[in-house]
């Protein structure tokens, strides 16, 4: 029988309510074996996370305040899952440990990672699976960064054990025992984990939306959301702001070639978007797979006579760059020019030092800078067996009176890259959305 592990996400878990509508998905398939739950998360907008009351539980404790009302809270959050999922459970025990814990400094890390802890708990009487603690599963090493092969052997062996079983995201154990987490939504980490080491047909990722868009809603209304991106474009679409997985969890999955599959718990009909690592493509769908984009760039041009006859421009431009810690988002040429685009935080606070360091180091004719960019990635793997792509970029944000300002298309042709002023940056998303999606 096929595998598949399921990561629920904090809304997905939130209430009772939640919780029985997880549930219900898990039971209806029994192929369902391996569940990685968050810690609660909102219940409505202006509502807190347990995550997050940890957090500040923690901190009254560190500075050696009461955590009686605060750990209440948090407590009270749990007893009324309990009481509406109908089940006897007491987390009285539970609770006295981390209120030892806290006031005894166990450390943040562990304060925080018992929103998942103690979710896993009850979520495990709930389905009636057994309950896999992380912290004797997932291993840090002794300078903090994540071991993946202990963990996948200790996982493969507790996961061999049981038919059934949850497992509680976001943490896991150092050497010496204490518990140490992911960064903020790291159980997206530990369910890819778990997926890795159950050797999964899929990792299906739980959410409260069906699937990644194809552009941000906050600029696209109802934008469609994409059936099926590969890493690589996903990396693509991730790093220019699309958000939709915490970006560690790509790697243990993908090693495996296990897809990720994006779905919605209060919509379980939808398909929800799948992450391949290839896709085999009928000939029909859209000609892009998304469109991403961010503002806060800057671009730094370099005009010199003769810049083309002269070896080595460019590494000492980079050198400079290299100096400041500065690293570069594109370097597109001309004959005589070299811009180079970078974030503009790295640079706005110091760039007369860098200027001058660039006119000591390669004596330009002229450094120009401007500092309103914004970048728009269009991606799409289909890209680079339909001609014409770049020609509708360029007309349909011409179109809308919009000036580009660079262009910079991969040789892999998985994506074009343009950049427009800040004040254009909506206007020419919306266009390119219209031309390519309807
Ligand atoms: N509960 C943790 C957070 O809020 C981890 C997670 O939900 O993935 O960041």
Same mark, same amino acid.
């Given at each position: 029988m096929s595998i598949k592990a399921?990561?629920?996400?904090?809304?997905?878990?939130?209430?009772?309510?939640?919780?029985?509508?997880?549930a219900e998905i898990i039971r209806s398939d029994r192929t369902r074996r391996y569940v990685v739950p968050s810690a609660p998360g909102k219940r409505y907008d202006g509502d807190t996370k347990v995550t997050d009351m940890l957090y500040a539980c923690y901190e009254l404790a560190a500075r050696g305040e009461d955590v009686?009302?605060?750990?209440?809270?948090?407590?009270?959050?749990?007893?009324?899952?309990?009481?509406?999922?109908?089940?006897?459970?007491?987390l009285d025990d539970a609770f006295e440990k981390i209120r030892t814990g806290m006031i005894g400094m166990a450390g943040r890390d562990y304060a925080v990672s018992r929103g998942e802890y103690l979710n896993g708990l009850i979520l495990a009487e709930y389905l009636g699976f057994r309950f896999i603690d992380a912290a004797d599963t997932v291993f840090f090493n002794e300078d903090g960064s994540f071991n993946p092969e202990k963990t996948n052997e200790a996982l493969k062996k507790s996961?061999?054990?049981?038919?059934?079983a949850v497992i509680p995201g976001f943490y896991g154990?150092? *050497?010496? !025992?204490?518990?140490? @987490?992911?960064?903020? $939504?790291?159980?997206?980490?530990?369910?890819?984990?778990?997926?890795?080491?159950?050797?999964?047909?899929?990792?299906e990722n739980w959410t409260d939306v069906s699937g990644l868009c194809m552009a941000d809603p906050r600029i696209i209304d109802n934008p469609k959301y994409i059936k099926t991106v590969t890493y690589r474009e996903l990396r693509e679409l991730s790093y220019m702001g699309a958000t939709v997985l915490h970006e560690d969890s790509i790697f243990p999955v993908k090693l495996a070639g296990i897809p990720i599959n994006i779905r919605n718990t209060n919509d379980p009909a939808a398909p929800g978007?799948?992450?391949?690592?290839?896709?085999?493509?009928? *000939?029909? !769908?859209?000609?892009? @797979?998304?469109?991403? $984009?961010?503002?806060?760039?800057?671009?730094?041009?370099?005009?010199?006579d003769m810049m083309n006859a002269e070896t080595g421009f460019v590494k000492r431009v980079l050198e400079v760059m290299e100096s400041f810690g500065i690293s570069f988002e594109h370097l597109p040429s001309g004959i005589d020019t070299l811009s180079v685009v970078l974030n503009n935080s790295q640079i706005e606070s110091r760039k007369d030092e860098v200027f001058a360091a660039l006119q000591a180091k390669v004596n330009p004719d002229s450094i120009e800078y401007q500092s309103d960019l914004s970048l728009i990635a269009v991606v799409g793997r289909r890209m680079i067996k339909t001609k014409g792509t770049a020609a509708r970029v360029f007309n349909a944000v011409a179109q809308a009176d919009v000036n580009i300002r660079m262009i910079d298309q991969g040789s892999s042709e998985l994506n074009i890259i343009i950049g427009v002023n800040d004040c254009d940056f909506e206007k020419a998303m919306k266009a390119i959305y219209r031309e390519f999606v309807k």
């Amino acid at each position: 029988m096929s595998i598949k592990a399921v990561k629920f996400g904090g809304s997905s878990l939130a209430d009772a309510g939640q919780i029985k509508k997880a549930a219900e998905i898990i039971r209806s398939d029994r192929t369902r074996r391996y569940v990685v739950p968050s810690a609660p998360g909102k219940r409505y907008d202006g509502d807190t996370k347990v995550t997050d009351m940890l957090y500040a539980c923690y901190e009254l404790a560190a500075r050696g305040e009461d955590v009686s009302a605060a750990l209440e809270g948090i407590k009270a959050r749990y007893d009324e899952i309990i009481k509406g999922l109908g089940i006897s459970f007491s987390l009285d025990d539970a609770f006295e440990k981390i209120r030892t814990g806290m006031i005894g400094m166990a450390g943040r890390d562990y304060a925080v990672s018992r929103g998942e802890y103690l979710n896993g708990l009850i979520l495990a009487e709930y389905l009636g699976f057994r309950f896999i603690d992380a912290a004797d599963t997932v291993f840090f090493n002794e300078d903090g960064s994540f071991n993946p092969e202990k963990t996948n052997e200790a996982l493969k062996k507790s996961l061999a054990a049981c038919d059934y079983a949850v497992i509680p995201g976001f943490y896991g154990a150092m *050497p010496n !025992g204490t518990i140490r @987490t992911f960064s903020r $939504g790291g159980s997206d980490i530990t369910g890819a984990l778990v997926a890795r080491a159950a050797g999964a047909a899929v990792y299906e990722n739980w959410t409260d939306v069906s699937g990644l868009c194809m552009a941000d809603p906050r600029i696209i209304d109802n934008p469609k959301y994409i059936k099926t991106v590969t890493y690589r474009e996903l990396r693509e679409l991730s790093y220019m702001g699309a958000t939709v997985l915490h970006e560690d969890s790509i790697f243990p999955v993908k090693l495996a070639g296990i897809p990720i599959n994006i779905r919605n718990t209060n919509d379980p009909a939808a398909p929800g978007t799948f992450i391949v690592p290839y896709a085999d493509d009928g *000939p029909d !769908g859209d000609v892009i @797979t998304g469109i991403a $984009g961010k503002k806060g760039f800057a671009v730094l041009t370099l005009e010199k006579d003769m810049m083309n006859a002269e070896t080595g421009f460019v590494k000492r431009v980079l050198e400079v760059m290299e100096s400041f810690g500065i690293s570069f988002e594109h370097l597109p040429s001309g004959i005589d020019t070299l811009s180079v685009v970078l974030n503009n935080s790295q640079i706005e606070s110091r760039k007369d030092e860098v200027f001058a360091a660039l006119q000591a180091k390669v004596n330009p004719d002229s450094i120009e800078y401007q500092s309103d960019l914004s970048l728009i990635a269009v991606v799409g793997r289909r890209m680079i067996k339909t001609k014409g792509t770049a020609a509708r970029v360029f007309n349909a944000v011409a179109q809308a009176d919009v000036n580009i300002r660079m262009i910079d298309q991969g040789s892999s042709e998985l994506n074009i890259i343009i950049g427009v002023n800040d004040c254009d940056f909506e206007k020419a998303m919306k266009a390119i959305y219209r031309e390519f999606v309807k």
